[in-house]
């Protein structure tokens, strides 16, 4: 089928046509008329010409979905399955950059095996061990004047070569972890942490002294078993002590602090009284308080130093389990004794509430109560406690969940926002803090406010000299 066919059908009238022609069209690709006409891809070459001198309705672009082929020119690296040695009887396998003849088929060293370091134990036969520990007690008594006092076995049962050297290799296999080896000591008689660790230093002792008896290490080969057991009974008393020891030993500190105080209190009573008493001195004149300016200056003078003397602040502990109970007593009534007379006032001066403002008035008065009983709790801890710990007193009602402080900083209208952020950025300072911390946030609500104060009051300047111009 021709064009020309196709034009029929579609009652398409040819619009130009060479004479001569009998009836043809003329080709849409190969005439003058479109020569200029670009090469369309994307779309059929039989299909564009039946468009003829038509433009397209839409831009025809080839729509593949598909990515391009990576042109990459160098050729991938090779890898290889290698084994290595993790250990004297495990062989692994991983992945290694390289061709199988470059990395070879014998196992290499793991490349971790340099951290793989155990401590340096003793290491000794039966023949040494015998030699080294047979010595007597005269040399035992020689060496307590480099080495400090031997401590002697403790353990009714003595110890064997095969028991020594059990222990020894359960110290190089937990690298002195004495906790895992006293768990894992299986051995015919039950010894005790202590028991291990005293005949350990014992005879790593007796075998340095005997083949290098100038070590360094001999000072501290000395293990106080005494101090060990008592120091370990102590910390257990200490920690099996009940709620009610801990709160009586805390009361009994701060008696001992008040006591303390009242007495260094006392002792300045004291100087001020001795010194009252001293004055005036005995070996100066008295002539000049005979007259009555005399005695009037003389009088105002004690009255002063006296005065001065009783101005002294000690800020004496109290203890809170004596007060506590009465202080909050005492609150809670006073807040009810305000709350009744409120409501009698109003109830007499003014319209009867309705229920929903009765519950607001409930809320607003346990609010402040709440508020005031936390902070009657944080009375003892310091302006520096309260910042490391973190802890803040308030009364308003927080929104349920977790939010950070950065979100609770001030926004304002869209024309004010941008002078702010004018000004910050001129100041060379972020719109929000980078740590923002509770000293920092504060901070920076304090320098939005200066901030949005003085945009309004040059606000309010730039206006008033606009009005002065005009009055001009």
């Known amino acids: ?37 670009p090469p369309v891809i994307g779309m059929k070459r039989e299909l564009y010409s039946l468009l003829g001198e038509n433009q397209p309705p839409v831009v025809i672009e080839p729509s593949s979905k598909f990515k391009e082929k990576l042109s990459a020119i160098t050729k991938p690296s090779a890898w290889t399955n290698a084994p290595f040695r993790a250990n004297s009887k495990l062989v692994l396998h991983h992945w290694v950059k390289g061709t199988k003849e470059s990395v070879g088929t014998e196992p290499q060293e793991s490349q971790y095996a340099k951290l793989n370091v155990h401590l340096t134990i003793p290491k000794f036969n039966k023949e040494e061990y015998e030699t080294f520990m047979a010595k ?41 972890k ?59 008393r200490l920690l099996a002590r009940s709620a009610a020891e801990i709160a009586e030993e805390e009361a009994l500190i701060i008696e001992s602090r008040k006591f303390e105080m009242a007495a260094k209190k006392t002792l ?15 070996d100066q004149s008295v002539s000049q308080y005979m007259t009555s300016q005399g005695i009037s200056q003389l009088y105002g003078s004690l009255l002063s ?13 109290e203890n809170p389990w004596m007060k506590q109970q009465q202080q909050f007593a005492q609150q809670r009534q006073q807040l009810q004794q305000l709350q009744d007379k409120r409501q009698d006032g109003q109830e007499v001066g003014s319209p009867r509430k309705t229920k929903k403002q009765k ?114």
């Open 1 to 37: 089928m021709s064009s020309s066919d196709i034009f029929d059908v579609l009652n398409i009238q040819q619009r130009s046509k060479s004479p001569g022609s009998t009836g043809s069209p003329t080709p849409t690709g190969s005439g003058n008329g479109n020569r200029g006409r």
């Open 136 to 176: 007597t007690n005269e040399q035992d008594v020689a060496d307590q004047g480099v080495t400090s006092a031997t401590s002697t076995e403790s353990s009714s049962e003595p110890w064997s070569f095969d028991e020594v050297e059990y222990l020894f290799n359960l110290c190089r296999r937990y690298d002195m």
């Open 178 to 236: 004495w906790f895992v080896i006293h768990d894992r000591y299986s051995f015919d008689k039950p010894r005790s942490l202590e028991d291990l660790k005293e005949k350990f230093y014992q005879v790593c002792r007796k075998y340095f002294s005997t083949n290098s008896p100038n070590d360094p290490i001999m000072e501290n080969l000395n293990y106080p078993r005494e101090k060990e057991i008592e120091r370990k009974k102590y910390l257990q």
């Open 268 to 282: 300045n009573e004291r100087e001020s009284l001795l010194r009252l008493l001293d004055s005036p001195n005995s």
């Open 305 to 317: 130093d006296k005065s001065k003397k009783r101005k002294h602040n000690s800020n004496v502990p």
């Open 359 to 472: 519950q607001e008035i409930q809320t607003a008065m346990k609010r402040k109560a709440e508020s005031v009983y936390a902070e009657h709790l944080l009375k003892n801890f310091s302006p520096e406690e309260r910042d490391a710990l973190g802890v803040v007193t308030h009364g308003d009602k927080l929104p349920p969940g977790v939010y950070l402080r950065s979100s609770k900083i001030s926004t304002f209208k869209p024309a004010l926002q941008n002078k702010v952020v004018a000004i910050l950025q001129e100041l060379n300072l972020p719109i929000r803090p980078a740590m923002p911390t509770t000293k920092v946030i504060d901070r920076h609500e304090e320098l939005l406010k200066r901030i949005t104060t003085l945009v309004d009051l040059k606000k309010h300047l730039d206006k008033l000299e606009a009005e002065k111009a005009i009055a001009k």
